[in-house]
């Protein structure tokens, strides 16, 4: 993996709400960490038998304006809304295909065991029903994009 490579991997955690990634293949190990504001990577696999010196380098840039999107849903979560969370850490897909329609969009109504959306998690695709009969007020994260475990994808006004 050359350093352009690394470089936009780490632009692209930087932009996600995902707070630690861990990489490895036969060349290179990689583990970018956003809580300690510190990128460490190793030397290649293959001289990882003694530990290796870590190369910090610094992300602080980035990571303070994900901190102020992943802010912003807060107020609106404080009043009645029920946010539905991820149960797992994934890639979330509001379709179960890319020509297929949305399981739901803002407005729809939504019952408890219904179907909302798909978070792919190791090659698998996991359908997560809502826990909360109401209306979609408002959808959290954006389609083919990483999610955490517990983070908010809905905001749902009970019924």
């Known amino acids: 993996m050359e350093t352009k490579e690394i470089q936009k991997l780490i632009d692209f955690i930087a932009k996600s709400d995902l707070d630690e990634v861990k990489m490895e293949t036969s060349e290179l190990k990689l583990h970018v960490r956003r809580n300690a504001g510190v990128v460490t990577v190793p030397s290649p696999a293959v001289q990882a038998v003694a530990p290796a010196p870590a190369a910090p380098v610094a992300v602080a ?5 994900a901190a102020e999107s992943a802010a912003s849903p807060e ?14 850490i994934g890639t979330f897909y509001r379709a179960s295909g890319p020509e297929k329609p949305n399981f739901k969009e803002v407005g729809d109504d939504v019952n408890v065991g219904e179907v909302i959306c798909i978070i792919e998690a190791m090659k698998l695709f996991n359908e997560i029903e809502s826990e909360v009969k109401g209306k979609i007020v408002k959808i959290l994260v954006d389609d083919a994009s990483p999610v955490e475990f517990d983070q908010p994808l ?6």
Not at 61 to 65: G, I, K, L, T
Not at 75 to 88: G, H, Q, R
Request: no cysteine; aromatic share 4%.
């Open 154 to 159: 809905f905001l749902v006004e009970p019924a």
């Open 61 to 65: 840039a980035p990571a303070p304006a």
């Open 75 to 88: 107020p609106a979560a404080k009043s009645n809304l029920v946010e539905i969370k991820s149960p797992m």
